[in-house]
């Protein structure tokens, strides 16, 4: 069947189809997207000649521009740093709901890498998506976003690796929270969703969420998943709330993580020792810039590498990190 149509110039669009619904004229321009211009910065364009009371009145309307494009700002996103590989955040001030004062002045969070307006930025855009999801679609919705950040973490040879039959490079880990915490149930079992989907990624966790039944059932489901490790994480003023909420949990599923500051309760390695059934106790001595507090001498401890210098930081995504060297805290 020959081409029906009208010829309408060279120069605009020749040939068009006589069956579409709108034909241009002859003279008709392309249509063109019309981008409204940005509001000039009249500070900086009057000067002088603002005055005070319009310059307030100025920044404020900014200000509240700002918070508009903050509010609509959503996305999940990982960080990946030299110890623990790829990680997910979330601000501390909103889900580390049982920080403790000494967690609170000795958290790694309070590194300059972690108060850059970048990774400030990336946290509060994560708990924001998080809640909006929960609230839109409940730990399911959650869950179908989380699975684009968990993807995110795989090597770069995993395809390849699936072909040959072959192991990747660097494991296929993930850190949930190298900051924040868990805070709600429904959270959790957005976790709980993602992790038992993807069994060949390696998952683990430290969290002080265990004073709340309800939460720590939900926490105790997510760490028994065969991928999955779960720490309860303790100092010197929550240690006897965690061997309350380990005793009750079923056998097997928690271990410890220790944060040593310089001076130590005297019934915290006496109680530890307590425990009946064996337990796994990483000690994290207090590190900044390199250096760390004297660490505990213990048969119930095992001192981080990383932290005590036996495994160097790693840059490039493409190498091992400590933790993924170590493995002593993965499952």
């Given amino acids: 069947m020959p081409f029906m149509g009208t010829y309408i110039g060279k120069a605009t669009f020749g040939w068009v189809p006589t069956c579409w619904p709108l034909q241009f004229p002859r003279w008709a321009p392309p249509q063109v997207a019309i981008v409204p211009k940005s509001k000039p910065n009249r500070q900086l364009t009057c000067g002088a000649h603002l005055g005070v009371e319009s310059q307030q009145r100025w920044a404020a309307s ?9 509010k609509f700002d959503y996305g999940l996103d990982l960080t990946n740093n030299s110890k623990v590989g790829w990680a997910f955040s979330l601000p501390r001030s909103k889900t580390c709901v049982n920080a403790t004062n000494i967690c609170k002045r000795l958290c790694y969070g309070n590194g300059i890498r972690y108060q850059s307006a970048g990774q400030k930025s990336k946290k509060e855009r994560n708990f924001r998506t998080a809640e909006f999801l929960l609230r839109e679609g409940g730990p399911e919705l959650l869950f179908q976003n989380l699975c684009t950040v968990v993807e995110q973490a ?4 995993w395809l390849t690796a699936q072909i040959t039959g072959r192991q990747t490079v660097i494991p296929w880990t993930l850190r949930i929270h190298d900051v924040g915490d868990f805070y709600s149930v429904d959270y959790v079992r957005a976790w709980f969703l993602t992790v038992q989907k993807y069994a060949g990624c390696k998952f683990w966790f430290y969290t002080r969420s265990f004073l709340d039944v309800e939460l720590f059932e939900a926490l105790s489901s997510l760490a028994a998943l065969p991928n999955c490790q779960g720490l309860l994480s303790i100092d010197s003023d929550n240690f006897e709330q965690a061997i309350i909420a380990k005793c009750k949990s079923p056998a097997g599923v928690w271990n410890m993580a220790l944060l040593q500051d310089s001076v130590l309760n005297s019934n915290l390695v006496p109680a530890l020792s307590a425990i009946e059934d064996s337990v796994d ?13 004297a ?19 790693k840059a490039s995504k493409d190498s091992l990190r400590p933790c993924q060297s170590c493995t002593i ?3």
């Fill in 281 to 293: 106790i990483v000690n994290f001595p207090y590190h900044r810039s390199g250096r760390h507090v």
């Fill in 154 to 157: 795989r090597p770069r040879d």
């Fill in 62 to 70: 900014t200000q509240g521009e700002t918070q508009m494009s903050t």
């Fill in 329 to 331: 805290c993965l499952p």
């Fill in 295 to 313: 660490p505990l001498r213990s048969k119930l401890l095992t001192n981080c590498p990383a932290v005590v210098g036996g495994l160097s930081l």
